[in-house]
């Protein structure tokens, strides 16, 4: 029973750890193999993450543990501006002020969903806005 409950306090820090490139997606059934035992084993910008059998080397999923925002600001994840349609770029944590519109606040119509989607910036300061596009976006 011991070793069944310190199996899965290492899963769990394991499954929520995170790092300035994002945390480890969780776990899902995997592999059986070892192919890795640390984020150093990994080519740059994979983490060492626990598959659910084995480990191996995965993409990171953005958060915002690790985001410090200034007072009145809170952190969310937002598509940044890549050049591509909205929804097709990366998300990336972005500190906004704290009564900023986001997609808490909008709903969309049947079939969209709401993002928070980087703009080009005129004047500073610029925050990702909440953009509503098809769920079955291209």
Do not use: W
């Not at 969780?26 to 990994?42: A, K, L, W, Y």
């Not at 915002?64 to 809170?74: F, M, N, R």
């Not at 591509?84 to 997609?103: K, N, S, Y």
Request: a negative charge; one cysteine or more; hydrophobic letters at 30%.
């Amino acid at each position: 029973m011991k070793r069944f409950l310190g199996f899965l306090l290492a899963f769990s820090l394991l499954a929520s750890r995170a790092s300035s490139l994002g945390r480890c997606p969780p776990p899902e059934v995997g592999i059986c193999i070892h192919g890795c035992s640390t984020d150093g084993d990994c080519p740059e910008g994979l983490l060492c993450c626990f598959n659910g059998c084995g480990y191996q080397c995965m993409q990171p999923e953005p958060c915002c543990d690790d985001e410090k925002c200034a007072e009145g600001e809170q952190c969310i994840l937002a598509h940044v501006d890549c050049g591509l349609l909205p929804g097709q770029c990366p998300e990336m944590p972005f500190c906004v002020p704290d009564d900023a519109i986001t997609c808490a606040n909008v709903d969309c119509q049947p079939g969209y969903t709401c993002i928070m989607q980087e703009v080009d910036c005129v004047m500073a300061p610029c925050y990702p806005v909440p953009d509503c596009i098809p769920v079955t976006y291209p």
